[in-house]
């Protein structure tokens, strides 16, 4: 027993140590670096959920922290969510396995007649690196196939991104479509993009409105009551 126990806190203090270097590794953005570690921990037995919460989630909160504070940019953020996701992939499959829930499932898109989607997925890498379940339906989305995927998901969130002062009539229509569908009071709508303003969100009756990123998880999580 004496032995055991020994060995149990030794691996404890290894996965403890090999999970802050799965952070640091997220946080700097070293994809290679993130995927080797997270085969390492999983083949030192660490359990997938526990990589997500406290290497994934917790890098990816340090990460929108540093850009909240100006610290990175937009470059950074992306090769930091690149590895976030890298390692999230060969972590996905295996939480099927296990009873870790996401803390919700979100909708996202890009609105009708718009293109752009750098920051929608950004967006959407936030979301994930936040723990949310994300159902990305691309861009040029039509009202039509939001009210579908809400229905289809359960989803209680739905984040709507518009790059073009044009297609920000986009957002209010779809806004209005959900509330003729009778699904406004199921979820709440967030919404963001360059041109999109805390004002025009309230105008369009949104639930929120994130300037970047890191706040659209902040936000959601808000929404979400989590
Ligand atoms: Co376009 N484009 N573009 N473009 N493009 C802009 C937006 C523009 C400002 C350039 C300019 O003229 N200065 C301009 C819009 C002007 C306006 O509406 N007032 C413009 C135009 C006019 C066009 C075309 C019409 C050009 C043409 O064909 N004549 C055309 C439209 C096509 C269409 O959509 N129907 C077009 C096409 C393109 C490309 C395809 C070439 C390419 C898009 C590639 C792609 O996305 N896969 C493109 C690009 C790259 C840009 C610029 C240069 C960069 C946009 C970007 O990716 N920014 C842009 C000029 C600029 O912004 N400097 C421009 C980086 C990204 C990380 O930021 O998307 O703002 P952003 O996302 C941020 C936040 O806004 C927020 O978080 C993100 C990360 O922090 N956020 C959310 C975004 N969505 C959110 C959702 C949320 C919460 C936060 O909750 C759900």
């Known amino acids: 027993p004496f032995l055991h126990g020994f060995f149990a806190k030794f691996t404890l203090l290894r996965s403890n140590s090999n999970i802050e270097e799965l ?21 030192e037995q660490v359990a997938p959920e526990v990589l997500i919460n406290q290497g994934l989630i917790a890098a990816m909160a340090v990460v929108g922290n540093l850009f909240e504070e100006g610290e990175i940019f937009i470059p950074e953020m992306l090769v930091a969510a690149r590895a976030m996701q890298a390692a999230l992939d060969i972590l996905k499959p295996l939480l099927a396995e296990t009873d870790m829930k996401p803390v919700g499932t979100v909708i996202l898109g890009t609105v009708k007649g718009d293109m752009h989607d750098i920051g929608k997925n950004l967006v959407k890498m936030m979301l994930q690196g936040a723990g949310f379940e994300v159902v990305d339906l691309g861009t040029d989305v039509a009202p039509e196939r939001f009210i579908q995927a809400i229905q289809e998901y359960g989803a209680k969130l739905v984040g709507l991104s518009a790059l073009l002062t044009t297609t920000m009539n986009s957002m209010r229509l779809t806004i209005e479509a959900i509330e003729q569908s009778g699904l406004r009071d199921k979820v709440k709508i967030m919404v963001g993009g360059a041109p999109v303003t805390e004002a025009f969100a309230a105008q369009i009756r949104a639930d929120g409105y994130a300037p970047d990123a890191s706040r659209a998880a902040s936000l959601a999580k808000m929404l979400m009551g989590v």
Do not use: C, N, P, S
């Open 23 to 43: 952070k640091q590794a997220i946080v700097d953005g070293d994809a290679a670096a993130a995927l080797e570690l997270t085969r390492q921990a999983l083949a």
